[in-house]
């Protein structure tokens, strides 16, 4: 069975400096990973997804990702945070035999000013 | 390009009465389609899918039920509500290999 775990419900970031949100996943086959971020009262939106390729992808608003297969990780960066990034982050896995998708609990993050 | 709308944004609905969410999808055909509930602003909780009209998958054993009469319509309904209904529903979409796209979601409160 597929699952995802974020490790921390929470993370703090002084404006300016890098970020890290961590997720680790589970799954039977070949992953298909994304990322999506939450503001409040709205929907998710796509940030970005590793689906072969490069282990470094890249993303909407300045995000990037990095697929490690042997520790079965896909953390989500940002060399300079904002403000503005401040929000929910939700990690997903879907396997490549079938059609959903499963997401992890979520890390909120804060970037301080 | 493609766009989801839900509605209606929002909602407060008494206990024991009927629930209707309604989901339209725009500039695709034959997407698949998904219903989500989402509790005190974290982790999502599949409640259906549906890969073709007429065909839904429960994940979850509930009051809530999901029918798809269109190709890009999907409804999320309850004969009568509970107090435990209440949350934060999204709609998505996604082609067969690709990420999802979400809804703007609806907010129910059942009073």
């Known amino acids: 069975a597929q699952s995802v775990a974020q490790p921390e419900d929470q993370v703090n970031v002084a404006e300016g400096n890098p970020l890290t949100v961590k997720c680790t996943y589970s799954v039977s086959g070949n992953p298909y990973l994304f990322w999506y971020v939450q503001y409040p009262n709205r929907g998710l939106q796509f940030l970005l997804k590793?689906?072969?390729?490069?282990?470094l992808v890249k993303g909407s608003y300045g995000f990037e990702a990095e697929f490690n297969k042997s520790q079965t990780s896909f953390h989500l960066k940002k060399p300079s945070a904002l403000v503005s990034d401040s929000a929910l982050y939700f990690c997903a896995v879907r396997d490549n035999y079938g059609q959903n998708f499963v997401f992890g609990p979520g890390t909120r993050l804060s970037v301080l000013p | 390009s493609q766009t989801i709308h839900q509605w209606p944004a929002t909602l407060v609905q008494p206990v024991g009465s009927p629930l209707s969410l309604e989901c339209t999808v725009e500039?695709?055909?034959?997407?698949?389609l998904y219903w989500y509930r989402q509790a005190a602003g974290r982790g999502l909780q599949l409640l259906f899918y549906?890969?073709?009209?007429?065909?839904i998958s429960s994940e979850v054993p509930q009051n809530l039920s999901a029918s798809r009469p269109q190709d890009r319509q999907f409804i999320l309904s309850s004969k009568k509500l509970l107090l435990s209904d209440s949350g934060f529903y999204l709609c998505?979409?996604?082609?067969?290999?690709?990420?999802?796209?979400f809804g703007p979601g609806t907010r129910l409160t059942v009073t």
């Open positions: 998505a979409w996604s082609s067969n290999l690709y990420e999802q796209y």
């Open positions: 590793y689906i072969t390729g490069d282990n």
């Open positions: 500039g695709t055909s034959n997407p698949n």
């Open positions: 549906s890969v073709g009209i007429g065909q």
